[in-house]
């Protein structure tokens, strides 16, 4: 059978694979690009409520997770978010800026979608849909891959792009790390990041009046703390503050919460029943934090009734429950709802430079796939497009 010659063969046209492809395309390289989903860039298309958010002015490898999180360093400083705004800007889509540096197109994410493959098809990349590799093994100098539809394509260079497990139902898989591991890298534990956690029935069935309940928290993990939305489901907890803590927590390990961060509850609490003995508690409390969390919280902790009727010791425990919460997850929602892969191709297996295998010369692995992990608002976005731009250089 005849095959496809190539010079970059890159699997996966998410982010990371479209951004190789235009860079490589560029500095004249034959490339194609396969994918086995009907269309490019479907993370892409669902991130942001539907507008992308496709990267955070604040990015550094201080937001980033991984066994080394400074290996992002060389590829963020060499294609920064600016670099990234100058080419949705040349491309007309407007943005805006929401918390926390998190810049999001302002109509819809199609608009990057469409950016990306129109830049992909100026650089002659070829892009083919609805095609899988069934097998990609060394060829000489180069690499064969057999794909789903019988053909075969040698390539002096093959990308590994197509991140990682993260939401099964948009096509997600573990073949970047199955195909790293039998070229001989070595992968670090892979796990659900960005991810609700949830509780066990016990205590679930105590906080099922709150859910749907959200309140700004702060939730911490050791040193680590995140301020931010706190959201009660009814598998658990979710909301912002708990996906970033998430990447951080391990089963049997607790988490503690802040639901009113910045206030002394206590204080308040005490000054309220002085000034008003015969509010009741929950419409006092209801004052600091939402008001069906106060209820919950006040019957939770046998504290009904009015301030006067509450012991200073009462009130202390209602101080706790807003402002000292630890909590013991038992689990998360696994990779069907997480946003992004924890771990993959170890940093010491690449090239910080150029995203390239030291052991396989003309293999590169980017984005998801590698042990790299960006906390939640646009940081793992870019380092799709700065590790795609990197191997772009390269391969």
Excluded at 35 to 42: F, V
Excluded at 327 to 349: C, F, I, K, W
Aim: aromatic content about 6%; overall charge positive; glycine content about 12%.
């Amino acid at each position: 059978m005849k095959a496809d010659r190539v010079d970059v063969l890159i699997v996966g046209a998410g982010a990371a694979g479209m951004m190789c492809a235009i860079e490589a395309g560029r500095r004249g390289r034959s490339v194609r690009v396969l994918d086995h989903a009907r269309a490019p860039g479907e993370k892409i298309r669902i991130s942001g409520g539907g507008r992308c958010n496709f990267t955070n002015l604040g990015t550094g490898p201080g937001n980033f997770l991984g066994e080394n999180p400074r290996f992002a360093t060389s590829a963020l400083r060499r294609f920064t978010p600016h670099d990234f705004i100058r080419r949705v800007d040349r491309a007309g889509i407007a943005w805006h800026e929401k918390t926390l540096g998190q810049l999001f197109c302002d109509d819809s994410a199609r608009q990057i979608i469409r950016m990306l493959t129109g830049d992909m098809g100026e650089a002659g990349a070829r892009l083919s849909l609805g095609v899988s590799v069934e097998r990609a093994a060394r060829a000489g100098d180069g690499f064969e891959a057999t794909l789903s539809d019988g053909a075969l394509v040698r390539a002096a260079s093959l990308v590994l792009a197509t991140g990682g497990k993260s939401i099964p139902k948009m096509g997600a898989t573990g073949w970047a790390y199955d195909t790293a591991r039998a070229f001989g890298l070595r992968l670090t534990e892979t796990r659900p990041a960005l991810v609700p956690l949830t509780l066990e029935t016990g205590l679930l069935e105590r906080l099922r009046p709150l859910a749907g309940v959200s309140v700004e928290a702060v939730v911490s993990h050791g040193k680590t703390k995140f301020a931010e939305g706190l959201l009660f489901t009814h598998r658990g907890l979710s909301g912002p503050a708990v996906l970033q803590i998430s990447s951080y927590w391990r089963e049997g390990e607790a988490i503690s919460v802040a639901m009113a961060p910045g206030v002394d509850v206590l204080a308040r609490l005490k000054a309220m029943k002085a000034e008003n003995g015969r509010q009741a508690a929950h419409t006092a409390l209801g004052q600091l934090v939402p008001k069906r969390l106060a209820e919950a919280l006040v019957e939770q902790h046998g504290a009904q009734g009015n301030l006067a009727d509450l012991s200073d010791a009462a009130l202390r425990r209602l101080d706790r429950a807003v402002n000292g919460w630890s909590v013991r997850p038992v689990g998360s929602e696994g990779y069907r709802t997480a946003e992004v892969t924890l771990g993959g191709v170890a940093a010491d297996q690449l090239d910080q430079q150029t995203m390239a295998a030291k052991s396989v010369p003309g293999l590169y692995v980017i984005g998801e796939a590698v042990d790299i992990t960006g906390w939640l608002g646009g940081y793992n976005f870019q380092w799709a497009w700065s590790s795609g731009w990197a191997a772009g250089q390269a391969c």
